[in-house]
C-alpha cells in the first residue's frame, strides 16, 4: 500500500512572500521584522520577492493582507505584531479580533497566513520574544516557507 505524503521544505529559492507589520510598540515589530527578513535571506528568499505592509496596529493586519491576497502573487503572507496586555480589557478585544482573523482568512484565501503577532502579559516577554535567540518573527518565517510549499505540493 502506497501511503502519500505532502510536506513542506525550508528552501525559499523562487518563492514571493508578503510581510504585513504593525508599527504599535515598534521597537519590539522591528525586531520580529528583522528576525524574519534574516530568516527568509539565508533560506535563500531573494530582496525583490519580499514585499512589506506597515499598518498602524495589529488589528488592521488581517485588512491588509487579505488586499495583498488579491494581488495574487504571493506564496505565503507573513503577520508580525505584538499585543502587550495593559490595564484595559482593549487587549483581549484586539487579541481575540485579530487571531479570529488572520485564521479566518488563512482558510479563506487558500493561502498561508502566518501568524506572528506576539500576545504577551508583559513588555519583558515582548523582548524575550524578539530577541535574537527567541525571535518569533524568526519562526513565522520558517514557517510561512514550509507552509508555502506544503500548500504547492498539495495544489
Sequence with gaps: MEIKKWEGRFEGAGLH??????RFNQPI?????????DVLTKKGVRSEDIEIASVPGA????????????LDRFDAL??????????????EYICSEVSRAIGQLSLELGLPVI????????LEQAIARSSPQNNKGAEAAMAAIEMAHLYNSIN
Design 17 to 22: 512572500l508578503g510581510l504585513v507589520v504593525s
Design 29 to 37: 515589530t522591528d525586531a520580529l521584522l528583522v528576525g524574519a527578513l
Design 59 to 70: 488589528f488592521e493586519i488581517p485588512g491588509v493582507v487579505n488586499q495583498m491576497a488579491q
Design 78 to 91: 507573513i503577520c508580525l505584531g505584538a499585543v502587550i496586555q495593559g490595564e484595559t480589557p482593549h487587549f
Design 115 to 122: 501568524f506572528g503577532v506576539l500576545t504577551t502579559s508583559t
